[in-house]
């Protein structure tokens, strides 16, 4: 178990906030106690409206999770984060006999794995000048069960949550808790694209499970009806295996 810990009159930063699951975590952090909230976009303009709403409480930021000295800057920016949300990703369809699966993977490898690296290696050092915080990553149920048409994503989210397990364990030492967050089919354009459109359920599931998981001090969090459900198989493995590890 992490530490528990409370979003309360906290600063966040989300990357992705201009639409789908990104921007329901900062519109439902700012509704919930949140001070301020860094909308991480790669092009500042798509915020406006989050602008008007929520006036000083919100700034846009550039970040781009292909481009590292995007993110640098973003931390030089940044300076008084206390939660960071990585949500921001990336899906292209491709199985794996199909001749661009090899190109889709590297994209998506470098977008859902680099981009995670990146953005934990800019802003571990600024969690840290603050006492520490919380580090949320956007993994996917994808991440333990791969689907042929999106297989080369799948295989993206699988290793970025083996990369969740490892930061856990590192930032525990600098008081940065971290969750590893598990939606199933959401309502945003990728699950639309992934063809899971008619089952999807709101992106308001994952921001307020966000919320009670941190504060209850998880490290997985599995939000939505299809999520919970692979959760009752896994979790007696995730508890005697993935977070006993972490706490050894």
Same mark, same amino acid.
């Given at each position: 178990?992490?530490?528990?810990?409370?979003?309360?009159?906290?600063?966040?930063?989300?990357?992705?906030?201009?639409?789908?699951?990104?921007?329901?975590?900062?519109?439902?952090?700012?509704?919930?106690?949140?001070?301020?909230?860094?909308?991480?976009?790669?092009?500042?303009?798509?915020?406006?409206?989050?602008?008007?709403?929520?006036?000083?409480?919100?700034?846009?930021?550039?970040?781009?999770?292909?481009?590292?000295?995007? !993110?640098?800057?973003?931390?030089?920016?940044?300076?008084?984060?206390?939660?960071?949300?990585?949500?921001?990703?990336?899906?292209?369809?491709?199985?794996?006999?199909?001749?661009?699966?090899?190109?889709?993977?590297?994209?998506?490898?470098?977008?859902?794995?680099?981009?995670?690296?990146?953005?934990?290696?800019?802003?571990?050092?600024?969690?840290?000048?603050?006492?520490?915080?919380?580090?949320?990553?956007?993994?996917? !149920?994808?991440?333990?069960?791969?689907?042929?048409?999106?297989?080369?994503?799948?295989?993206?989210?699988?290793?970025?949550?083996?990369?969740?397990?490892?930061?856990?364990?590192?930032?525990?030492?600098?008081?940065?808790?971290?969750?590893?967050?598990?939606?199933?089919? !959401?309502?945003?354009?990728?699950?639309?694209?992934? *063809?899971?459109?008619?089952?999807?359920?709101?992106?308001?599931?994952?921001?307020? *499970?966000?919320?009670?998981?941190?504060?209850?001090?998880?490290?997985?969090?599995?939000?939505?009806?299809?999520?919970?459900?692979?959760?009752?198989?896994?979790?007696?493995?995730?508890?005697?295996?993935?977070?006993?590890?972490?706490?050894?």
């Amino acid at each position: 178990m992490n530490t528990p810990f409370d979003i309360d009159y906290k600063v966040a930063l989300v990357t992705g906030a201009n639409r789908g699951i990104g921007r329901a975590i900062a519109e439902t952090f700012l509704n919930k106690g949140v001070r301020k909230v860094y909308l991480a976009v790669r092009d500042v303009d798509s915020v406006q409206d989050l602008e008007q709403q929520f006036a000083d409480r919100v700034t846009p930021i550039h970040i781009d999770l292909s481009q590292p000295n995007s !993110i640098a800057a973003a931390a030089a920016n940044a300076q008084d984060v206390d939660i960071v949300v990585n949500n921001a990703g990336v899906l292209q369809n491709a199985s794996p006999l199909q001749p661009e699966s090899v190109e889709a993977l590297n994209w998506q490898m470098d977008i859902n794995v680099g981009g995670l690296l990146r953005i934990a290696q800019a802003f571990a050092p600024v969690l840290k000048a603050n006492g520490g915080g919380a580090f949320v990553q956007l993994n996917s !149920i994808a991440s333990l069960r791969s689907f042929p048409a999106f297989a080369t994503y799948a295989a993206s989210k699988a290793a970025a949550y083996s990369l969740t397990q490892s930061l856990r364990h590192e930032l525990a030492q600098q008081n940065t808790v971290v969750l590893s967050v598990h939606p199933g089919p !959401i309502a945003t354009d990728m699950a639309n694209e992934a *063809g899971f459109g008619e089952i999807a359920e709101p992106a308001s599931l994952v921001a307020e *499970g966000i919320i009670e998981a941190l504060r209850k001090g998880e490290f997985h969090l599995f939000p939505d009806t299809m999520a919970k459900e692979m959760w009752q198989v896994y979790e007696s493995f995730a508890r005697q295996v993935i977070e006993a590890v972490d706490t050894e």
